[in-house]
């Protein structure tokens, strides 16, 4: 009993450390997460994957084997006292008892026997002496065993489906966990499981019209190819939303072949289907490699879009000057549910397609982009976003560039060009200057043109962090935030009146100058890649499938309910025994004895006394 | 005898007009859930008179609301009796308004002996309770009225099995209230119901958590019905031990010694709450492994959840093994029992807000 205690305390322990550290990860995580050190330390104790440790099964083992014992040591004990009625006591030995009453009625001990029965009670019968002995509640011995013998088989249940006969092969060095990222056809015959194999819980990523009858068992770092009795193919994968846009159902519909009959079946999360032994269930789903239709804007030229064909997972290349780039497009999501705000009010909403991907330059380094196709509302203005990141770490920076009154970036596109004319910059730089009351004299005009000039085509080079370097380097540290002021406020009003034309057609909503400005000015920090216009799309699903063989699992529901029943039995049956002694005619002494003392036993002796009264 | 037979033609006419009315949303385990159910409730009546008060009560609150609403989701804020008593969120305002009176009421009984405000501590408590079930019935017909593909059972997030935590630990303790004459140990349960109700308005007020959202595909299955209301008695019985322990520990520093029962009730109590919340967890946490292996294609994939399900059931293990096989008792048994809360706590909310994993939802 101290040993399965201590046992079954390390399992809790450890169960804690795996709960703790997130199980079955890439181990480049752990490396980053833990360092060099502490990394090989965990791994030595197979802390990424503790419920698979062999440490850990040989501890479940021991449990077993410990619970099987007790079961075993215990059970003709409890057997025989369930069978036996303890007799052999002196009358004396009865006043003895913590529930001892002694009563005076009219009845025989015949009688009194009759009355104890129908309370439930065995009368031990055929007893030569005038005590009469009685119990009632041996269920709940019975309990332990149920409950125990339900533990054993449970565990051994959870044993089969294990994969302890793997570590036995992989011990003897029959099989090999495979780590390298290989095609299936090219994996090595040892790290591949027989389709008879007796229980395993694999996965298997399908595309849309994709066929398969391999699927893969993760192990620690690595893989096995498990082969399957049937070929599986991924005839279309959907998904069902709310009106809200949430999703309420994934589901693939399926051709399974086996022996050349061909089965048709749709399943989705909480509807598997199951067949020969093996469940399928709906366990995940990515892009199968959706087709794409993009348009290319290079932010500070013209906006001559480029117009390119690709696919997800696909690579394109793309020359800009005199760089080489390559786009890795890696993700296509149709639906992007978000919660935006509205009024006051939190509202889930479908805000549309998105791409994402990498844009890498010849010596290999590369920056991720996430583009969604449809400006997003954000407080009553739209805006097409696009998010930069360098690493997979950081967060996504946004460039937020206003959609025009048709939600269109065309008014971004002219605003853009506009605002680059020599000519027009000069007139407007002009009627700045006339606007100007403060300035007097021929010079001080003259000197503010050139200034103003300057300092809006440092922006029109490098955004507001240009203005903000130069100030820091030419304005005197007291005066350069009343300058930083002057100076937004000039170029703002010289684009202003760059784009008149558009004011004026209204196709601009309100602070549309604004916000463009601030688009321009971040399209410095967005990084190499022209802005990606997402003009239409092919959606290919990949379905994740789940292959599961589980033979242990009827053994382990059969331990359950033993477990139900069991714990029941020994919690809410008691188990009494009294005995009866006629002391002389009429009187009678009765004692209770339970191996439990709760205060309702002795409420229930009194009850049972005072029934035998009447 | 009017209230044994109003019972009984409720139950049965709410069972038959489920069947009959409401066919086509259900399959048939969730019929079946329907009928046993039905059949429960009616054990439970005869077992525990009080509960039905409790639940006539709930059917007249909760179907005077449906009959206001008229099936228009828009009524909640035109109808002055749904606006502030009936809809579901009012009734539950109502439910976090009783219980902290409650309290305050079970405290005044302790400190004065006074038997008035006991009996109004215990009318409190009932009160609240009323109305929160009400509430969640309320809360499941708006659901519908939503639209009628988001309509589910409210507990399916954290701030509806707050709710429900909330109630099924108020109702076991009336009902040992009732049964053990133990009010005093009242302000002590009513501690722990207040710290959730605290946190519902907190979750209420600062994250919006009481909008009804619609079902990930993860939990849409007749399984929640039973896993999740299991659960949640596991839960409420085990808190209410450690909450009888809370006061054992204190009598025996010299705290409210007057006030408190004997050490021996009080045992008895920790003990029976425990072994009713052991036996309601075994079979919550068998059927989340009956459902996992169906949703997710295992019946058990050390999911933290999971895992943590498995602590706890260790740990109350322990702790029967304690006292039914070394006949233990006293002290280390109440230590243990508190103990065991901070342990629940943490299966119970500790892993949504620290572990990521497949039980995703509930996110704070
Ligand atoms: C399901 C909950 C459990 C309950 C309610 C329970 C209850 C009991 C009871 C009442 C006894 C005493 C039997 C008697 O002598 O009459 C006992 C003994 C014992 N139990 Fe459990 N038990 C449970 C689970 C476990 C588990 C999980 C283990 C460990 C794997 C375990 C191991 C033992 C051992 C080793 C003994 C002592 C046998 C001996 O040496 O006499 N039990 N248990």
């Known amino acids: 009993m101290k040993f399965a205690i201590a046992m079954l305390s390390i399992v809790a322990i450890a169960s804690i450390i795996g709960t703790v550290i997130k199980q079955s990860e890439p181990y480049n995580n752990y490396l980053i997460q833990f360092g060099q050190f502490w990394f090989h330390i965990f791994e030595s104790f197979d802390l990424y994957n503790i ?82 002995i009685a119990k009632k509640g041996s269920l709940q011995k019975l309990g332990y065993i149920f409950t125990h013998l339900a533990i054993v088989v449970i565990s051994i249940g959870g044993l089969l489906d294990g994969n302890m006969f793997f570590k036995f092969q992989q011990s003897i060095g029959s099989k090999v966990v495979e780590t390298r990222n290989l095609k299936f056809s090219e994996v090595p015959l040892k790290s591949q499981l027989d389709k008879n194999n007796f229980s395993y819980r ?128 890696d993700d296509f999501r149709e639906f992007n549910i978000f919660q935006i705000e509205d009024g006051n009010k939190l509202k889930t909403k479908n805000i549309g397609p998105s791409v994402v991907y990498k844009f890498r330059n010849n010596s290999g380094q590369a920056l991720e982009y996430q583009t969604y196709q449809n400006p997003i509302p954000q407080n009553d203005k739209f805006f097409f976003m696009s998010g930069m990141r360098q690493d997979l770490q950081s967060e996504f920076r946004f460039l937020r560039i206003p959609a025009d009154n048709d939600l269109s970036m065309d008014g971004y596109k002219n605003f853009v060009s506009n605002i680059r004319i020599k000519d027009n910059i000069n007139k407007s730089v002009d009627e700045l200057t006339k606007r100007s009351s403060s300035l007097v004299n021929a010079e001080s005009k003259e000197n503010f043109k050139n200034n103003t000039k300057e300092i809006y085509q440092i922006f029109l080079e490098s955004g507001y962090s240009g203005i903000a370097k130069y100030i820091e380097d030419n304005v005197p540290e007291d005066q350069q935030e009343i300058i930083a002021e002057s100076y937004i406020k000039i170029i703002y009003f010289i684009s202003e009146l760059l784009n008149q034309d558009l004011m004026n057609a209204n196709l601009i909503p309100q602070d549309f100058i604004q916000d463009a ?57 008691q188990e009494i025994r009294l005995w009866v002694i006629e002391k002389s005619k009429n009187k009678f002494a009765i004692a209770f004895a339970s191996n439990r003392d709760h205060i309702d036993f002795e409420n229930y002796c009194i009850d049972l006394v005072n029934k035998l009264k009447k | 005898m009017i209230i044994n037979l109003s019972f009984i033609i409720s139950i049965v006419s709410i069972v038959a007009l489920g069947l009959y009315r409401f066919t086509a949303f259900m399959d048939y385990y969730e019929m079946g859930i329907l009928v046993l159910g039905g059949i429960g409730f009616i054990w439970l009546g005869f077992f525990w008179h009080t509960f039905k008060k409790i639940f006539l009560s709930v059917v007249a609150l909760s179907g005077l609301s449906i009959f206001l609403f008229n099936d228009d989701l828009q009524a909640q804020n035109a109808d002055f009796f749904l606006k502030y008593f009936l809809s579901s969120q009012s ?274």
């Open chain 1, 51 to 132: 419920y698979q440790a062999s440490w850990f099964l040989v501890i479940l083992l021991f449990l077993v084997v410990s619970t099987s014992l007790c079961v075993s040591r215990n059970t003709p004990k409890i057997l025989k006292s369930i069978v036996n009625f303890q007799g052999g006591l002196q009358p004396e030995s009865l006043k003895k008892f913590k529930n001892y009453h002694e009563i005076e009625v009219k009845k025989s001990l015949a009688a009194i026997a009759k009355k104890i029965e129908a309370n439930g009670f065995k009368i031990k019968k055929n007893t030569k002496s005038d005590l009469l």
């Open chain 1, 202 to 329: 694999a996965t298997l990523l399908l595309n849309e019209t994709e066929q398969n009858n391999k699927a893969l068992v993760r192990i620690k770092d690595g893989y096995l190819v498990q082969h399957l009795p049937f070929d599986i193919k991924l005839d279309k994968f959907h998904i069902e939303h709310y009106s809200t846009g949430q999703p309420k159902s994934f589901l693939s519909d399926l051709t399974i072949t086996k022996d050349g009959k061909k089965y048709q079946e749709t399943i989705s999360v909480n509807k598997p289907f199951s067949m020969d032994g093996i469940t399928i269930y709906q366990s995940d789903f990515q892009d199968g490699g959706s087709k794409i239709n993009l348009s290319l804007i290079s932010l500070f030229d013209q906006f001559k879009p480029i117009s390119i064909q690709s696919q997800i997972f696909k690579q394109n290349e793309y020359k800009e000057g005199k760089n080489d780039y390559v786009f890795e497009f």
């Open chain 1, 517 to 573: 400005l601030n688009a321009y000015s971040d399209s410095f920090f967005y990084g190499p890649s022209p802005f990606l216009m997402l003009n239409d799309y092919e959606k290919i699903y990949a379905s994740g499938l789940q292959l599961t063989k589980d033979p242990g699992k009827i053994w382990v529901y059969l331990g359950s309910l033993f477990l139900v029943l069991g714990i029941f039995c020994m919690i809410y049956v």
């Open chain 2, 91 to 364: 009734l539950i305002m109502w439910m976090t308004f009783f219980f902290p009176l409650s309290l305050l009421s079970y405290l005044t009984f302790n400190i004065k002996n006074n038997q008035f405000s006991g009996n109004v501590a215990t009318n409190f408590s009932l009160i609240a309770i009323v109305s929160g079930f009400s509430g969640l019935m309320v809360r499941w017909y708006e659901s519908y009225l939503i639209s009628v593909d988001v309509g589910h059972i409210p507990i399916s997030n954290l701030y509806e099995v707050f709710v429900l935590f909330c109630l099924i630990t108020g109702l076991i303790y009336i009902y040992y209230e009732g049964k053990a004459n133990v009010k005093s140990l009242g302000v002590f349960v009513l501690l722990i119901i207040n710290a959730a109700v605290a946190f519902i308005l907190w979750y209420t007020f600062s994250k919006n958590a009481d909008s009804i959202q619609p079902l990930v595909p993860a939990l849409q299955s007749y399984w929640m019905k039973i896993h999740v209301p299991s659960n949640f008695i596991g839960y409420g019985a085990f808190s209410i031990s450690a909450m009888i322990a809370l006061a054992y520990i204190l009598k025996n520093y010299g705290f409210f010694k007057k006030s408190l029962p004997s050490n021996h009730v009080m045992e008895d109590l920790m003990y029976k709450s425990i072994a009713i919340g052991f036996i309601f967890f075994t079979i919550a946490t068998i059927l989340g492994a009956v459902w996992a292996a169906e949703a997710w294609g295992g019946y058990w994939s050390w999911d933290p959840k999971e895992t943590w399900a498995l602590i706890v059931w260790l740990n109350y293990a322990a702790w029967l093994h304690l006292r039914l096989v070394k006949g233990l008792r006293g002290n280390v048994l109440a230590w243990w029992s508190l103990v065991g809360l901070i342990i629940t706590t943490f299966a119970f909310v500790g892993v949504n807000l620290f572990l990521s994993g497949l039980h995703s939802y509930g996110e704070l």
